[in-house]
């Protein structure tokens, strides 16, 4: 039987139990990390504890654990869970309480980890994927990394039933981000993506592949785009923690440069292939 983390104790899998009444249920109310084992080692787990602490106080629960003692934890149970190639998930919600709008007085915080096997999106990252945008119709705190992802579940659903592989929300002409990725152009061979704020998820990918860019030579700008300009791009990548670096080479059916994954867009692959090799010896990273 697999472990995982309740409050701060491993425990079975099937003996964690959560109230109905936890307000991560009712309300939605918490905030969540994934985060990517390679080869038995999570990667950049400090930057995803320390976004995952930033969540937490934005929305005032309160984290009874540091950054520290939460790696430790997450690497034990990646340990007792003899993750290779895997994810950790880590949720913490406000608790249970009577169902109350307000804050509750009495509610202890609810923090729950567990891991799942994952792999590498190969054959999306080789082949790249098709994209449809969409009205960004989310809240304007999208930087908290919150569980209320009602809108991306339904535009990836939207996507999927228009025989798309993901969607990519634009707000005002502008795009933002993807339904759970950040989203890259390349024009001219400078590479551009939505400025951190609060319109789109502040990547830990996208902060990587950033600082990759600077390390080697491609030139990259925290810039935004219009819609009409992304159909204009020489290339178009999405980043994330399962999707690492996958071209896009369509979007609402026009094809992106040639129509095929683009140089750039494989060299940030590299790239962050390497980082993975780096700190995590054992990964089995191919392309
Ligand atoms: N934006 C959204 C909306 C996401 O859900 C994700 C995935 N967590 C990302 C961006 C990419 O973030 P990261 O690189 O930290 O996985």
Redesign the pocket.
Known sequence: MESVIMNGELRNRDQCLISFEDRGYQFGDGVYE?IRVYGGRPFLMEE?LH?FKRSADELKIRLAWDEQELALMFNELVAVNEVMDGKIYVQLTRGAAKRDHLFPGQAEPVLIAYTDPASRPLDKMNKGIRVMTVDDIRWLR?DI?SLN?LP?VLVRQQAHDAGADDAIFVRNGIVT??????VFGVKDGICYTHPAGNL??N????QKLLQLAEAHGIACVEQAFTRDQLLEMDEVFI????SEVTPVIAVDGQPIGNGKPGAITAKFQEALAEAVRSACPSADIRM
């Open positions: 994934v995803h976004r999208v990394k992802l991306n981000e993807g339904s759970s990725s950040n789109i998820l990547g830990i990918t996208r980043s994330g923690t399962i």
